[in-house]
């Protein structure tokens, strides 16, 4: 447990008294391994350790609490302020519908969130549209289908081999002719460092004017989701993400990597394959999942 | 004697850099430099080419694939958590195989996630080989069964069998994949010949304990790194490789049928050391 590994780098430091650099080196060192086991960036450890040294030197080590926990009451602190401190939901759009468009790289959990926001929304009265904007994948809009009929949302396609923009835009054309409040477009998985298909997704963004692009990141991600997300931001432009698989025992350090490169919430977390294994994104929690 | 090695204090934090970001992990990243620290080179060019020899150490020497004796199919379990590319995988296979002129068939035993048998489908259609499958929700065990029964009627050479995508922490999950092989193996002793276990390059270090788990429970045989043409290293596979001893057998380079090649282990540590 991160918090008695620090108690016994800090050992020094039994009473009351300042925590100095010098015997905060060994802990600061212990923090960073530890977020590097749980997959945070390289780079961006290095900066939130910084974040942490300059809170922790000169900090008063308060009488009853151990100057380990101390440190890592700042660490907890420090990562849920990065993360977000409270949850932030789908922007609307003003004059229906809604249109959120779902991108990411190949099986991170694009079509089976797809079910999940439909099922939360239709779970607060307001009945959803799906896209099935992959139209590239062997048997993807089949399964979008199935998905949607489980849970008698309505799904609009054109079948494999369609344009995915038109496809997009005339889903989304669909939703305003019959009045949804909401139209999610689900997209093929792809890379980011694509130059086609990172165009292809460009052109649907004006096609449909998504109120919202959310970026699904696989929660078992490594170090590789920092360069995702910076991509998939300037490239393409996001407004949240979604974290999938949660429901392992991947510590999920790619939350803090995303978040802290692209500089987007993370507004849900997936954890289960079934379509109501949908949380919405609480920080503190994600903090004491990294720490582990 | 950090100095007396060439490896100084900046040189060995800008190697540690790479190797973390290319996911080889803490642990492992530190005892790779500290056996670099030991091997004395000196000057950046012999610390790079000491470095890359030790990772080729790591990975070693490729193993061969099984014999099989003849006369019946050989049977390859796809395996792995879930979305790593298994299903693609499987059909990257069955071409490869196909076009050394084996017998191939497929068993669609993912019965349960939406659209699993019908993407397999698709597949085997434009591979030109034979699908088993039964409806969405049918025993797996059950569906590996009559594939392997069908395939040795037909005098199939390669049975390629898919399962649904589990995560390894899940104890039911991970006995239905020890049920799927022990029910090959009541149908032809020895099977599966082969139990590859698929990991997608982006994982960080779950990988170790997804690799972990699924030896556990169902021995695989080796490893297939799909999703290799992506920018993520997939720096695990030194851990697996030392801890595990499991061998990455090919690599999966893009959503195409033809994308999938053996593992080049030289290839693999020079685009990591990139
Ligand atoms: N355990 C678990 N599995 C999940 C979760 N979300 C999705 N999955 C599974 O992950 C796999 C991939 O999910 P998909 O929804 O097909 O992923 P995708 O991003 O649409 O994939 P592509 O369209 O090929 O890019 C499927 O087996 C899903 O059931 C989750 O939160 N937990
Ligand atoms: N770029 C790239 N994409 C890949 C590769 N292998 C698979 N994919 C893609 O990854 C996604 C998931 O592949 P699947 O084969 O459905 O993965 P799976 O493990 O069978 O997924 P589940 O059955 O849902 O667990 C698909 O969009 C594939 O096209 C690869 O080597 N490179
Ligand atoms: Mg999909
Ligand atoms: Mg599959």
Known sequence: DLGEKLNRSFKGLLGRGKLSEKNIESGLREIRRSLLEADVHYKVAKDFIQVVKERSVGQEVLGNLRPGQQVVRIVHEELVRLMGSAFTDISRSRSAPTVILLVGLQGSGKTTFAAKLARRFQKSGQQPLLVAGDTARPAAVEQLKILGSEIDVRVFEKGSGADPVEVAAEGVREARRLNFPVVIVDSRGRLHVDGELMEELRKTRDAIAPQETLLVVDGMSGQDAARVARSFADDLGIDGVVLTKLDGDARGGAALSVRAVSGKPIKFVSVGEKVDQLEPFHPDRMASRILG | AALA????????????????????????????????????????????????????????????????????????????????????????????????????????????????????????????????????????????????????????????????????????????????????????????????????????????????????????????????????????????REELGLDVRFVGLGEGVGDLERFAPEAFVDALLS
């Not at chain 2, 004395?40 to 000491?50: F, K, Q, R, W």
């Not at chain 2, 070693?60 to 299903?87: F, H, S, Y």
């Not at chain 2, 995508?165 to 009541?186: A, S």
């Not at chain 2, 010949?193 to 997608?200: G, M, N």
């Open chain 2, 5 to 240: 090695s060439g490896l100084d204090a900046e040189s060995r934090e800008a190697l540690e850099e790479i190797l973390i970001e290319a996911d080889v992990g803490v642990a492992a990243t530190q005892r790779i430099l500290d056996r670099l620290e030991k091997a004395d080179a000196v000057g950046e060019d012999a610390i790079h080419n000491a470095l890359r020899d030790s990772l080729l150490e790591v990975l070693g020497r490729a193993r061969e694939e099984p014999e099989i004796p003849g006369g019946r199919p050989r049977v390859i379990l796809l395996v792995g958590v879930n979305g790593v590319g298994k299903t693609t995988t499987l059909a990257k296979l069955a071409a490869r195989y196909k076009a050394e002129g084996m017998r191939v068939m497929m068993a669609a035993a993912d019965t349960f996630r939406a659209a699993a048998a019908e993407q397999l489908e698709v597949w085997a259609e434009r591979v030109g080989v034979d699908l088993v499958r039964q409806r969405s929700g049918a025993d797996p065990a059950a569906v590996a069964y009559d594939a392997l029964e069908s395939a040795r009627a037909r005098g199939v050479d390669v049975l390629l069998v898919d399962t649904a995508g589990r995560l390894h922490t899940k104890h039911n999950l991970m006995e239905e994949l020890k049920k799927i092989r022990r029910v090959l193996d009541k149908c032809e002793p020895g099977t599966p010949d082969e139990v590859l276990l698929i990991l997608d390059a982006t994982t960080g270090q779950n990988a170790l304990s997804q690799a972990r788990l699924f030896k556990e429970a169902v021995e695989p045989t080796g490893l297939v790194i799909a999703k290799l043409d992506g920018t993520a290293k997939a720096g695990i596979v030194l851990a697996i």
